[in-house]
Each structure stands twice: as C-alpha cells, then as structure tokens.
C-alpha cells in the first residue's frame, strides 16, 4: 500500500519540479520581451546616377550660413558606411530614380555602375522611380536580375550580376495576372520585432515615361494600395510599417526643416491609414523633415547630397513605434572617400572618356535651358531646330516643324571649357548627353492643324493643369497662348503659323517629336493620333549633327512662343 501511494506520488513531484523548471527557464525570456529595439533607416532618394560629384548649384545645399559642396558616391558610401556604423540593426533604403536621366558615366552603361556602386554600399530596397522605367520594364527587370544588355553587351567587359538589393513595386501591376512588377513590400526581423517596408511610385508615372515601354502594366493609386496591404501585414505579425514612396512634394524652408509643404504628397499621406509609422519620399528632388496628418515625411534632396539618418525605437512587447528621430545629414566632401567606389569610377571612366570627351562643334555662349515668361528657352530653341533639322529633307520625315518636351531637357551648354580640358566655346560629346540623356528616337508624323492646336492646348490639361509644360518649337512655327484664358481654351488657332501663314485646321501637316512625346508622354495624347510616322535618328546624334554643321551655335532667340494677358 505505501508502495503503491509512492508510485502515485512520484508523477506529481515531477510534475511540480517541471513547473519550477519552466517558470525558472521561461521568466528571463519572458523578461527579455520588455524594453525597446533601436533601429536604423538610412534613405536616399533620386540619385540618379550621379556616382561623380554633381557640378554647380546641383552639387551643392543650402544651409543657414551658406552652401555646402555635396554629393559624389565615394563620398556618400564614406557617410553611409560611417552612420551604419553607429546601430549593427540597419536598414539602407532608396525612395527611387536610383538610376535613369544619368550622366554618362553611368547612362552609357545602361547605368550598371550606379546598380554597382548600390550593391557595394549593401542598399537593402529601392522603390521603383519613374526613371527606372526609361529604357522600359524589360531593362528594369535585367537591372535587377542581371546579364548583359541585350543589344551592346556588357561594354565594362566583365559582365553583370544585377542588383542585391530588392526592388520593390506595390501598385505596379501587371494587369493579366493582377500581381505587382516586383514585391509589393518586405519585412524586417529585428528581435523579434518586425518592420515593413512598402515600396512605390507615382499613380501619375505613365505619363511621364514612354507608353510603349510600360504596355500590359497599370499604376495604380498610391494611398489605396497601402491600405489594402495593412490588413495582410497584421495578419504577419507586423505591426511597424514604413512606406518608400517615389513622390513627394514641395517644403518652405532649409533642407531639415518643413515649415511649410505642399504637393501630392500630403494628399496621400492624410489618405493613408493612421497604421503607416513613417513615409521616405522622392520625386520632387526636395529635402525636407516634415510632419504630415501627425506621421513624419522625409526625402533627402537628389543626386546623394543628403542622406536620411532615421532613429526609430520600438517596444519588445507590442512591436510598434514608439519614436522616431530624424535628421537630413549632408553629404560632404571633407571625409575620406570610399577607395572602392574611386576604383569603379576610373574604371568606368577610362572606358567611357574618348566617346565622352569627343568635340562636336562649339558654341557663340552659354545657351540655357530657364525658360522666358512665355515658356521658351534658348536651349529648346536649337534642340528643336536640330530635330527639325535632321527630318526636313525628302525622304527623311518632310517635316516642317518639331516639337521638344522641356522634361528633356536635363542641363545647359556653357561657354566655358570643363575639367575635360575642351577649351572654351566647344561642346564635347558628353556634355551634349547630359543635356539629353534619355536616348529617344526622333518620330516624324502626319497631324491636322486641328491637331496641332490640340497638342498645344495640352501644354495646360490633364498631367500638366497643376504645372504648364511648353513644348519647345523649331524656327518657323509661332503662335501665342493668353495668361489669363482657361486651359483648354488658351491658344488662338488663328496664331498658329509655320513660316509665317495660318495653319489651316483640316490641312495635315508632317511634324517631329522624340520617342517619348510620340507615344503619349507628358500628356501630350494627341500625338498618339499621328499617322504615317517615320522613325529616326536617336536625338543626341541629331544635336551632334546639328552641330557639326551649324557651329557655332549662337543661343536660341526665344521669339516663337508669346504670351499674352
């Protein structure tokens, strides 16, 4: 009997000493729940390609004293690698237009070196940028999966791999299968505590880009596809979400400051739900340290002179945000620069300099690209005489007028001789990209004057009511647009003349335009309408030729285009 309560007996103090056990083993854990998780987010945005220091005002940021020298990728890893350095729990992020519209350092590559220069600086995301987008989805997805461009090979001569970091596309969609481009976000694992990073551009993106490269996918509102995602990341686990958006808006005030903001992106950020801790923007090339609808709204300018130093704390226990700081660092030029990225960039450059530094004619002085109070710059004016030029003759397009979209148009031609050693006066190859760095084809084709009139009153509609884009004109067509008139009612058909004589609105006439206007681009839908097209000579070899026999070339005289009250 005594044996037999032993024996019930024993199970019981064993089951006792497993409790004391557990709760010995499980209350450190149990513990550790408590407190916080540093983490740190570095962010860029619209790099663009500049792995060089950025010349004049584009390489520089204001401050409350003065301007400060910025940018250059041999400085940016320096910074980048410096502020990781402080938090082993970091998170390095673009916000888009990490590559496309490049100087030719990177353009004449297919913009590798900048994918390059991101893997080696261990970038983590990258949200698609409308600019990514330039050469089309095909190119996008060679970025990212790597393999030689499928036309000039790989020109470095070693081979590509593709990015190691992630491209992420939230409201890209492919409109067959309805799944987005890229994945739509990731998540983060730090101690437990997980982190959302949801990555995209602009709804407005088609418009900007050209249509035909972007056929089959769809681009969808910014604020409902976060909304739509939060009820799947809580299914997840997560409870920290941090939106990469490639749009932004327009700040009052010094590069971390916001005393003021305007633009899309206070439409979406108080349309976006409350759950949304934090949002990285870009587009708008701004800096900016904002509070928006009681969340923060960051963006680190263009062309990496700032980068975004974001402290976020958050509990154990709930995994939410408890704080967040934020700071806009510039990215100076008095650290040591990165030797890695120095080596990449003469790598890079030895190939490229004879193509670059080649002149192709010169230049009576500086011709600009700021527009007068009508919409015309000097600069548009001898863009558009080279594409009117270059399609003019029988056979060649019979043009009588061309068309150029002042998006283009991406910098000046100056009078004085760069670092290339060119001499005053004289325009070298690359400086001619950089001014038109997209590579499109001219495309001449058939509209009615009705048409033309058309195309003009789209400068004020659709994509282009909240900011006009003037198309510059070629020498010989002039007409006039009223201030004060509403859009679509701006421009009197009857001041519409190519060399002097009234267009006739049902007479058709044979007209230029790049790639990207002919195809719909900047709103200019009218123009998919031409008939007969006849496809041409890549833009900057049209300036090339332009400039070979015209130079020198004296600035456009801003005459065609007048504006009336």
Not at 169 to 189: K, S
């Amino acid at each position: 009997m005594k044996v037999t309560k032993l024996r019930r007996l024993v199970p019981l103090f064993v089951l006792v000493a497993l409790v004391v056990v557990l709760v010995v083993t499980i209350a450190p854990a149990s513990a550790a729940r408590g407190g916080t998780v540093k983490v740190q987010i570095l962010a860029v945005n619209d790099f663009h390609g500049n792995l060089q220091p950025p010349a004049g005002s584009s390489g520089r940021v204001t401050t409350a004293t003065g301007t400060v020298d910025a940018g250059g990728v041999e400085y940016l890893a320096t910074h980048v690698a410096e502020l990781r350095a402080e938090n082993r729990r970091t998170v390095f992020v673009s916000a888009g237009d990490m590559i496309g519209a490049t100087p030719l350092l990177s353009a004449l590559f297919h913009d590798e070196p900048s994918v390059e220069a991101f893997n080696r600086m261990k970038l983590d995301f990258n949200a698609v940028g409308n600019h990514e987008f330039d050469e089309g989805i095909q190119e996008l997805l060679r970025m990212q999966r790597g393999g030689c461009h499928p036309i000039d090979g790989c020109l470095d001569g070693d081979g590509f791999t593709g990015a190691r970091f992630r491209y992420l596309a939230a409201n890209v969609i492919n409109d067959q299968t309805g799944r987005p481009l890229f994945p739509a976000f990731r998540i983060r694992n730090f101690a437990g505590v997980k982190i959302a990073f949801i990555g995209m551009t602009l709804e407005g993106t088609p418009n900007i880009v050209t249509p035909s490269g972007i056929q089959g996918y769809s681009f969808q509102d910014e604020a409902d596809t976060v909304n739509a995602l939060i009820p799947r990341l809580r299914r997840q686990g997560v409870q920290a979400i941090v939106v990469l958006i490639h749009e932004g808006g327009y700040p009052t005030g010094l590069y971390n400051e916001c005393p003021g903001i305007s633009g899309p992106i206070v439409d979406i950020v108080e349309r976006t739900h409350s759950q949304v801790d934090l949002f990285i923007t870009g587009h708008t090339h701004q800096a900016y340290n904002c509070v928006i609808d009681g969340r923060p709204v960051t963006s680190a300018m263009s062309f990496g002179r700032i980068v975004t130093d974001i402290d976020m704390e958050l509990s154990r226990a709930t995994g939410r945000v408890e704080s967040i700081s934020i700071n806009n660092e510039i990215v100076t030029r008095d650290v040591t620069p990165d030797s890695w990225m120095t080596a990449l960039i003469a790598k890079y450059n030895a190939v490229a300099a004879p193509l670059a530094n080649r002149i192709i004619g010169q230049i009576t002085a500086d011709i600009l690209r700021a527009a007068n109070p009508a919409g015309e710059s000097a600069l548009g004016d001898v863009i558009a005489d080279a594409q009117l030029d270059a399609t003019d003759d029988p056979g060649f397009g019979d043009a009588v007028a061309a068309f150029m979209n002042p998006g283009g148009i991406r910098a000046d031609l100056t009078y004085a001789g760069s670092v290339a050693g060119e001499g005053d006066g004289n325009v070298t190859y690359g400086e001619s990209f950089t001014v038109q760095p997209f590579g499109n084809s001219l495309v001449t084709m058939t509209l009615t004057g009705e048409q033309i009139d058309t195309m003009l009153e789209q400068q004020w509609l659709g994509p282009n009511a909240a900011a006009a884009k003037i198309l510059q004109v070629s020498d010989g067509f002039t007409y006039s647009w009223s201030a004060s008139a509403p859009a679509g009612s701006k421009v009197d058909i009857a001041s519409i003349m190519i060399n002097g004589v009234p267009i006739n609105p049902t007479a058709t006439y044979r007209v230029t335009v790049n790639s990207f206007l002919a195809d719909g681009g900047d709103g200019f839908a009218v123009l998919v309408q031409g008939t007969d097209r006849l496809g041409g000579a890549v833009d900057t070899d049209a300036l090339e030729a332009y400039f070979v026999t015209h130079s020198p070339v004296p600035p456009g005289p801003q005459n065609r285009i007048t504006v009336l009250p």
